[in-house]
């Protein structure tokens, strides 16, 4: 049994039946939107392109830095960053992105100036390690499905496992 980020002993991680669901069902949709009908834009890769250096210049990333994708889906952005040399650890809760997203990385040519990319199942609810990041982004349509106090306690987790 693989050991995911947000269980402590293996096994121990107790999830109701509708967790389960709801994970399954946003794996599959995620996964077809992400890995499929979005590669049918012709101009997907430039628009990733842009995006990529968007955060960057956002973070002011001009070394080598530690960054989390919060809510990574098919990993092109935390791709992106990792080739321009930063280290990033991507997170989603899409078991299946993350599966997607570690395929393509082992069959993607990895550019001798990139930094480490790592991709994780991680439902962005749970605590980060305390100030273990020097930025984080959260991209697309990651944030917002849950109530106020998930919200809120959700963006205070992700700045504690800032650096700043």
Partial sequence: MTKR??????????????????HKAWGFWAHLFLTVLRRLDPNIDQYDDKLAA????????????????????AGDVA???????????????????????????????????SGDL??????????FAQEEFDGAICLG????????????ATLKAMAQALKV
């Fill in 5 to 22: 980020l947000d269980e402590g002993p293996a096994g121990s991680a107790v999830e109701s039946s509708a967790t389960k669901v709801i």
């Fill in 54 to 73: 968007f955060c960057k210049n956002r973070l002011a990333l001009t070394e080598k830095k530690r960054i989390v994708d919060v809510g990574c889906g």
């Fill in 79 to 113: 791709r992106r960053l990792s080739k321009m040399g930063h280290d990033v650890v991507a997170i989603d809760i899409s078991q299946e992105l993350i599966d997607y997203c570690k395929r393509y990385q082992g069959s993607a040519t990895r550019e001798a100036s």
């Fill in 118 to 127: 790592l991709f994780h199942f991680k439902d962005m609810r749970k605590p």
């Fill in 141 to 152: 349509v990651t944030f917002g499905y849950f109530s106020e106090d998930e919200n809120l």
